[in-house]
């Protein structure tokens, strides 16, 4: 039997197993189970359906071997900033509250006075978003401080579900440094930051980087599932996996990963945390061989998964993506735009009323249509990465030639177009599956299929398409 490694690749809405394999030096991926991801309201708040995804996770397992696949290593990837407390029995204390919450709204003018946010990005380089885990864990203090009290260990997502494979505790870098609370140089928890926020110390705990090997699947779980393997860390962040899938052809590249979040950036080896970077709200997310994604977030297809998801609520069937892209086209004219930054995007009721609103807020074409809903969406996705790159371009000093778009968002060529159209720059799009993949090469050259990371990025060239758009 071929040897053969597993991703568990988890977003914000579903989750996928993907096989991966390594044959003549090219890359192969088959998915072997998907599971859908979701939101549930849990004494006044959003919360993640935490057992449901547990659970999800050992079942994809089980399908894995039950397609006939003995997987040699596994990796789990998530999005960022959500966490689970711990008590010193291991169990979870309260409710895993998600970022779409509205429990953190004022908790940045209300830290303010005890730390500025001009200190905490000096510190961490981390941008400003209302749901970061430095907000969340002060939105929690604030309301159950006895839950912080009871803490023993902190764990975010992608650490508490290693740990329910292997009954092992850690922090992995990629995702804690989305914490702001990990020092942009120092790599590790900034003792200085916790202090002054009152947390308690003791519940993070040893940082670990991408390719550190956690263990074995616990004997209770290899019995469910019908084998053993080892577990290992890949970019737990799912946008640290997807930025290690780019077949960047030179260092002039713009990294976009397109999903539920458009991640626009780079990747440098020193983090940029000076006034100018904080104004422009880039980010110095920790990577892989501890390189900096340097990027912006982007609100991304979310807004458009929203208006997919209404629809179908209205009509009882859920339109296709091509069908939405067909009526956008339709009204390709359409002037409309938003920001896509706006945090009324975040959780609206009505994506498709909110995004009429803010069209009459700011005194631009109203849509009347789902179509003309649809094309501002476009408009405003495809503007923003623009104004994105221009304020990348100012903020390193170096002129970007190209846009390499992996993940979903890929597939949608007629994005890709505008988006190239917009920025004036060729888009290179593909892979398709760039978190699952970017989280199966760390585990590659963790097994020595590939030398390095340069290597492994060149293979991907020659394993999958990458379609080219230019500007017209």
Sequence with gaps: MQTCYLAVDIGASSGRHMIGTVRDGRMALHEVYRFENRLVEKNGHLCWDME???QSVIEGLKAAHDAGFAPRTVGIDTWAVDFLLLDGKGNVIGDPVAYRDNRTATMRNELEPVLPFAELYAHTGIQYQPFNTVY???ALKKEHPDQLAAAEHFLMVPDYLNYRLTGVMANEYTNASTTALVGAGSKTWDEELI????LPRKIFGEIKTPGTVLGNLSPEISRRVGFDCQVILPATHDTGSAFLAVPARDDKAVYL?????SLLGVENTAPITGPASQAANFTNEGGYEYRYRYLKNIMGLWMIQ???RELGEQTGTRPSFPDL?????GASGFAGIVSTGDERFLAPRSMIQEVKAACADAGKPVPSTTGEVMQTIYNSLSHDYKEAIDELQGLTGKKYTSINIV????QDMYLNQMTANAAGLPVFAGPTEGTALGNLMVQFIAAGEYPDLQTARNAIQQSFEIKEVNPQ
């Design 325 to 329: 892209i067909a009526a956008a086209q």
């Design 257 to 261: 990963s397109s999903g539920t979040w």
């Design 407 to 410: 993940g979903g968002g890929s």
């Design 195 to 198: 202090e002054r926020l009152g």
């Design 136 to 138: 969340q864990l002060c």
């Design 306 to 308: 929203s208006v997919r």
């Design 52 to 54: 449901n995804l547990v």
